[in-house]
């Protein structure tokens, strides 16, 4: 039986926000080096400017980004061992945290479909 996809049952907003949280710490600037047990602290989001911000090589709707500035949302996903909230400055995402599939990514992470020369 493959595994079940949201096994935390995590919500829209929870996957969201952990989405986004992953996708800082693929960000030069905006995560320190893992730590010994592998989780890594993110920080810095950028400031949204009109109706989006860009994140890394993406760039993401001001609207997909509501948990970030939500303190219940970091709260599950501390409760659920993703993790260590430390809002609303920077998150320490456990080594789960980082390589939980949250399935939204594609949806809220834009990218360009052509390459840079």
């Known amino acids: 039986m493959p595994p079940k996809s949201n096994p935390l049952n995590l919500n ?3 996957l969201r926000t952990l989405t986004l949280l992953q996708q800082l710490a693929r960000t030069p600037g905006n995560a320190a080096a893992p730590d010994g047990d592998g989780a890594v602290l993110v920080g810095n989001a ?12 993406a760039v993401v709707r001001a609207a997909d980004a509501t948990g970030l500035q939500n303190p219940a949302a970091w709260l599950a996903l501390q409760r659920k061992g993703l993790i260590v909230s430390r809002f609303p400055d ?17 949806a809220i992470l834009h990218r360009a479909d052509h390459a840079e020369h």
């Open 46 to 57: 950028p400031p949204a400017h009109g109706d989006h911000f860009h994140l890394g090589d």
């Open 12 to 14: 829209p907003l929870q």
């Open 90 to 106: 920077a998150a320490l995402l456990t080594p789960v945290g980082l390589a939980y599939d949250t399935g939204p990514a594609q």
